[in-house]
Nanobody, 115 residues
Framework: QVQFVESGGGLAQPGGSLTLSCASS????????MGWYRQGTGKLWFLVAK???????YYTNPVKGRFTISRDSAKNTVLLQMNSLKPEDTAVYYC?????????WGQGTQVTVSS
């Protein structure tokens, strides 16, 4: 069974940086597309960044130019480098396949951007 585990969140000031990490308990990330999702106020969530098996990437417009998704094959992790953080980036961040595996959601990692 695949289970994702997110880490690296925390409190950052506007303009600061954080790096999120995603580990999988049941498979290698090299087998398919992976994404980072976030859930802000309420229960709405959406895809923030995606990296495909060929290495191509996608970013939602609000984070384009500030976030970078990558794979670290040696450690079997997927990273999200978050720079120039804004208060509106505050959310719980989750990783999952693209499209999602509905039963594989982790606990997420909280990112709070505030002065």
């Amino acid at each position: 069974q695949v289970q994702f585990v997110e880490s690296g969140g925390g409190l950052a000031q506007p303009g600061g940086s954080l790096t999120l990490s995603c580990a999988s308990s049941g498979r290698l990330f090299s087998t398919g597309a992976m994404g980072w999702y976030r859930q802000g106020t309420g229960k709405l969530w959406f895809l923030v960044a995606k990296i495909s098996i060929d290495g191509s990437t996608y970013y939602t417009n609000p984070v384009k130019g500030r976030f970078t998704i990558s794979r670290d094959s040696a450690k079997n992790t997927v990273l999200l480098q978050m720079n120039s953080l804004k208060p509106e980036d505050t959310a719980v961040y989750y990783c999952n396949d693209v499209p999602i595996r509905r039963d594989a959601w982790g606990q997420g990692t909280q990112v709070t951007v505030s002065s």
